[in-house]
């Protein structure tokens, strides 16, 4: 299990800790566009957006690691292709801020805050899943929650329910 923890009480930029609270990756969001970038020793990988309304892919060195496409505007989900997989990370519920990734049919991880204001987010992916992989599905749910609380989320109708 990972835990990410905000760096600052307005930041939307997260330290990634293992199971015994050991930092092993850097998660960040631009403040002004939905691009950011991933970071773990010995690797930077950034994370951008194909056009205005395009897919996000995450990169290193100019090779396409992973994409993420928002299949309808209107839901918090994201299909994530990596490799000859494809994932699909959704919303738990509609009234909830967890969310859970999906293989096929068989829900394999979530991602939950602690708390109902709280920006920590618990993280169960599978252990075989590549780490930047992994951190790219973290960076994904930090973009949804990020415009929920800017009241920018189409779930939401425009209503700003506080820092997520």
């Keep these: ?38 970071s773990v020793p010995g690797m930077e990988c950034k994370v951008s957006r194909q056009g205005l309304l395009g897919a996000f892919v995450l990169e290193q060195e100019g090779s396409i690691l992973a994409q993420a496409e928002k299949p309808n505007a209107l839901r918090r989900e994201f299909i994530i292709k990596h490799n000859a997989k494809t994932y699909t990370l959704k919303a738990w519920t509609a ?9 096929d049919e068989v829900v394999i991880g979530k ?8 920006r920590r987010i ?3 992916l599978p252990v075989d ?9 973290i960076w994904l749910t ?18 700003n329910l506080g820092n997520p």
Excluded at 95 to 103: D, K, N, P
């Design 142 to 159: 930090m973009v949804l929650w990020r415009r929920e609380s800017r009241g920018s989320d189409p779930n939401l109708g425009g209503a």
């Design 111 to 118: 991602l939950v805050p602690e708390s109902f204001l709280s």
């Design 1 to 38: 299990m990972l835990t990410a923890v905000p760096k600052s009480w307005l930041s939307w930029d997260f330290d990634i800790q293992d199971e015994n609270l050991q930092s092993i990756a850097d998660v960040r969001l631009s403040n002004w566009l939905e691009r950011g970038a991933i």
């Design 122 to 124: 618990r993280v169960e």
């Design 95 to 103: 009234f909830r801020r967890a969310m859970v990734l999906w293989e």
């Design 129 to 137: 899943m590549p780490l930047v992989l992994g951190l790219f599905v």
